[in-house]
């Protein structure tokens, strides 16, 4: 089982930035890519971004291409992602995930992930 704690959240200003840390333990072993999915209130879950190191690339929604930035260091078990030029809709509870990413062709999705954080609540105020 993989541990995963989230870390950076809070209330920013339209335009600001803000910074969320995931810190991975346990059986790193078991998973090669990491990510961040969203969920805002009355919506459903949605793919943000990840990092897969076997297929050295990192994947974005269009939602956030542009504005944020996920990097990460394998070896270290932990990833982050920079959040630029924040919007009133990027509100929401953010995960941290770790597993698979078999299929390179097409964006992440749930089912590559089966470890999961508690999540960390971002709201953006306009």
């Known amino acids: 089982q993989v541990h995963l704690v989230e870390s950076g959240g809070g209330l920013v200003q339209a335009g600001g930035s803000l910074r969320l840390s995931c810190a991975a333990s346990?059986?790193?072993?078991?998973?090669?890519?990491m990510g961040w999915f969203r969920q805002a209130p009355g919506k459903e879950r949605e793919f943000v971004a990840a990092?897969?190191?076997?297929?050295?690339?990192?994947y974005y929604a269009d939602s956030v291409k542009g504005r944020f930035t996920m990097s990460g260091v394998n070896t270290k078990n932990m990833v982050y992602l920079q959040m630029n030029s924040l919007k009133p809709e990027d509100t929401a509870v953010y995960y941290c995930?770790?597993?698979?990413?078999?299929?390179?062709?097409?964006?992440?999705?749930?089912?590559?992930?089966?470890?999961w954080g508690q999540g960390t609540q971002i709201t953006v105020s306009s």
């Open positions: 995930v770790a597993g698979r990413i078999y299929n390179s062709g097409r964006l992440p999705q749930e089912g590559d992930f089966g470890s």
């Open positions: 346990g059986r790193t072993f078991s998973y090669d890519a």
């Open positions: 990092i897969s190191w076997s297929a050295s690339r990192i």
